[in-house]
């Protein structure tokens, strides 16, 4: 039974890590109606570790953009010949914009991860921050819709705009509810980002953060794993990363003819129902 509920929280995972609908709040809604029997150190770190399985899906859908070595396609080598020629300086680049953006994340989570889970990890953040969010999408998109995106490819990015992208990501990092996906997109947006390069940005993003992440929580619960454990963080992990394939490839082919609208309207009942099943004592 505990294993089956593993593989309900790798389908929530796989598909709200990636739609901009926080993985956090329905995670903790899932958790209420089908908890799992486990240790509340154990819980803790399975929320975050089993986001890898999601983020596997990323390294194997984009591999050829994020691997930042081999000849094959290489449009901007750091030498024509020998070793500097399998060297995709245009890859590299992008690596570094996207550590920029870690930043205000990772300094914030390193020093207060304890402190803010314990202040913000309750179903009113979770409500208030899916309203708030959903509410951007709706008006940012209406603003967007006779705008010319200014950024149209990832080479376009700067690093003052990656900076800022991660303070959005940063707002993530403290308020559970927002989502990163959702922070991320909706800074890139505002700061005149396309909806295809917002996204792909976000999922890329997504592998350094996520990676610091389930670290920082494997530290802290450490290696002592008991068998029943394990098969339940594995089985977790092998959905949500199985069920990322298909919503990434979703995602990217939707957002192609439509906008995030949908996605704000979702969050804001969403976050409605947070509140009233709070309130009702449901969760």
Not at 5 to 29: D, N, Q, R
Not at 40 to 64: N, P, R
Not at 79 to 104: H, M, N, Q, Y
Not at 216 to 240: D, N, P, R, T, Y
């Amino acid at each position: 039974m505990e294993i089956l509920k593993a593989v309900l929280f790798g389908i929530v995972e796989g598909i709200t890590e990636w739609l901009p609908i926080s993985s956090t709040g329905h995670m903790i809604l899932l958790n209420e109606l089908v908890s799992l029997k486990v240790s509340e150190e154990f819980y803790s770190m399975f929320q975050v570790v089993i986001q890898l399985g999601a983020i596997l899906a990323v390294v194997l859908l984009f591999w050829k953009q994020i691997w930042p070595f081999g000849r094959k396609d290489n449009v901007e080598p750091l030498t024509r010949r020998g070793i500097g020629a399998w060297i995709k300086t245009d890859i590299f680049k992008l690596w570094f914009r996207i550590l920029v953006s870690c930043v205000p994340a990772a300094v914030v989570g390193l020093l207060f991860d304890d402190e803010l889970e314990a202040l913000f990890y309750n179903y009113q953040t979770v409500a208030v921050m899916l309203i708030l969010f959903g509410v951007a999408f709706i008006v940012i998109e209406n603003r967007n819709q006779e705008k010319q995106a200014k950024i149209t490819s990832l080479n376009e990015i700067t690093y003052r705009l990656a900076f800022w992208i991660g303070m959005f990501q940063l707002i993530a990092a403290i308020f559970p509810g927002t989502s990163r996906s959702g922070a991320t997109i909706v800074g890139a947006l505002l700061l005149g980002v396309s909806r295809t390069v917002a996204a792909e940005y976000t999922f890329f993003l997504a592998i350094p953060v996520m990676f610091g992440a389930s670290l920082l929580k494997l530290m802290k619960f450490g290696l002592a794993f008991s068998s029943q454990e394990l098969v339940i963080l594995a089985a977790g992990m092998a959905v949500a990363f199985l069920v990322s394939l298909i919503v990434i490839k979703f995602l990217m082919g939707y957002i192609k003819k439509h906008d995030f609208k949908v996605f704000g309207w979702y969050r804001i009942v969403l976050g409605i129902i947070v509140l009233a099943a709070g309130l009702f004592e449901v969760i």
